[in-house]
């Protein structure tokens, strides 16, 4: 299970105009801001955003030219090496996805950056659901029913770490247990035995180089998560400059 939100998409400007750096070739461009309508803030002329086929996402309009991304395809076609201006157009989403996604996602270390939602200081906030790891996958006798027992074991161990001391000490004390462990003690009970199936949400940028790399080399992946990942990134803005689908306009 993966759940992704775009949350903002900038760039393409300074992007487009730095294209055109190497050759002194900024007569030649013919992209444009939006002029706000007052409605959207998207480019209110046939062709780009009309009132009959406004789908807006909210971020900042922007038309790239005839004239300019015939230059963008060329220089990406010829590799990353020349398609610097991927590196400038930047995407920031909200990414939940399982702690086994994660792992693979980590591989992406240059032009991303990314904050999580904590496990090592929030992981007893909340009581522990099944809705709260990927189990899409599971069969519901009797696979299912051991994640099940995990969640209740997690959820026992959750308890007694927001006990007090002395509710915790009477609490051992009452059920036999040889040693009365520490509040320390139950929180590294949650977090050796958490599941990778464990979803976790963090706010991530990455740019539109990261996305053709992506694109590229989790296609046709066997988790799930990579190919709704792909499918995310095919519905942004000019996605044609890092893959092969279909453009789509701000």
């Known amino acids: 299970m993966i759940k992704l939100k775009t949350l903002d998409i900038q760039g393409f400007n300074p992007a487009i105009h730095g294209m055109r750096n190497p ?29 009959e086929g406004r789908d807006c996402t909210g971020f900042e309009c922007f038309e790239i030219g005839q004239n300019d991304m015939k230059l963008a395809k060329t220089l990406a076609s010829a590799g990353s090496v020349h398609a610097k201006y991927r590196r400038m157009l930047i995407v920031w989403v909200d990414i939940t996805a399982p702690l086994y996604w994660w792992k693979e996602f980590d591989t992406y270390k240059v032009g991303t950056v990314a904050n999580s939602c ?19 996958h599971l069969y519901f006798n009797p696979v299912l029913c051991n994640i099940e027992n995990t969640i209740a074991i997690l959820n026992k161990w959750r308890t007694l770490f927001n006990y007090t001391d002395k509710e915790r000490e009477d609490y051992f004390n009452q ?36 996305l053709a790399n992506i694109c590229e080399y989790r296609r046709g992946h066997k988790l799930d998560e990579w190919r709704d990942f792909i499918e995310w990134a095919r519905g942004l803005p000019y996605s044609k400059l890092f893959l092969g689908g279909e453009s789509h306009d701000l």
Request: proline share 4%.
């Open 23 to 51: 050759k002194n070739s900024w007569d030649k461009s013919d992209s444009f801001p939006a002029v706000d309508c007052e409605k959207c803030g998207r480019i209110e002329r046939e062709g780009c955003c009309t009132k």
């Open 118 to 136: 904590s496990t090592m200081h929030k992981i007893h906030e909340k009581e522990f659901t099944l809705d709260d790891f990927s189990h899409e």
């Open 175 to 210: 059920n036999g247990h040889p040693a009365v462990l520490s509040k320390k003690d139950c929180w590294w009970q949650m977090i050796q035995l958490l599941p990778t199936s464990y979803n976790q949400t963090r706010t991530v940028m990455l740019n539109y180089e990261v």
